[in-house]
T-cell receptor, first 115, second 115 residues
């Protein structure tokens, strides 16, 4: 069974640009979550999508948005990039059937560098 | 607000020694707690998931315990090997429907196993 895949793996952008990152969950998984990882703040939750609906959102500005498609694939978009958006963006998927036993599986991440 | 702490931030041991990694959390209302491993620049690999009703979980050389009432979990790695060198992160999932699949992470413990 293929794992969680994220594309692209690396991205370099300049301030003010926008970027779209993609995540394909494990087959059969309905929940996709996004996290930002930086050396200073660690891993922070961005948002979660379940059955094409945003189920939960972290404490990030409106420049960060996402969506989920009917095949559970998800994209996140960051508009008007700032230097502080440089980070490793991780996507996680889960079956979302049982809360207590629901393991989350992470992709390899997209390394975004904003110049 | 849930806070997750991992102390120490870094640990160095000689090969063969047992590793003991600590994780503490402030809100005991959790669905589960997961331990992850992260190699430099890579995504997260799920190691163990302990449900809130469980006291411990084992997989090979790994054993994780959970004391929900005191807000603590410990990951034991027996007979450490240089290949165990990585950053280990714990994450808790809150026991609240509104929280969905959101995980709150600790800052991680960076482990170096010296040959």
């Amino acid at each position: 069974k293929a794992g969680v895949t994220q594309t692209p793996r690396y991205l370099i952008k300049t301030r003010g640009q926008q970027v779209t990152l993609s995540c394909s969950p494990i087959s059969g998984h309905r929940s996709v979550s996004w996290y930002q990882q930086t050396p200073g703040q660690g891993l922070q939750f961005l948002f979660e999508y379940f059955s094409e609906t945003q189920r939960n959102k972290g404490n990030f500005p409106g420049r960060f948005s996402g969506r989920q498609f009917s095949n559970s694939r998800s994209e996140m978009n960051v508009s008007t990039l700032e230097l502080g958006d440089s980070a490793l963006y991780l996507c996680a998927s889960s079956l979302a059937v049982s809360g207590a036993t629901d393991t989350q599986y992470f992709g390899p991440g997209t390394r975004l560098t904003v110049l | 607000k849930q806070e997750v702490t991992q102390i120490p931030a870094a640990l160095s041991v000689p090969e063969g020694e047992n590793l003991v990694l600590n994780c503490s959390f402030t809100d005991s209302a959790i669905y589960n707690l997961q331990w992850f491993r992260q190699d430099p620049g890579k995504g997260l690999t799920s190691l163990l998931l302990i449900q809130s009703s469980q006291r411990e979980q084992t997989s090979g050389r790994l054993n994780a315990s959970l004391d929900k009432s005191s807000g603590r979990s410990t990951l034991y790695i027996a007979a450490s090997q240089p290949g165990d060198s990585a950053t280990y992160l714990c994450a808790v999932r809150p026991h609240a429907l509104a929280a969905g699949n959101k995980l709150t992470f600790g800052g991680g413990t960076r482990v170096l196993v010296k040959p």
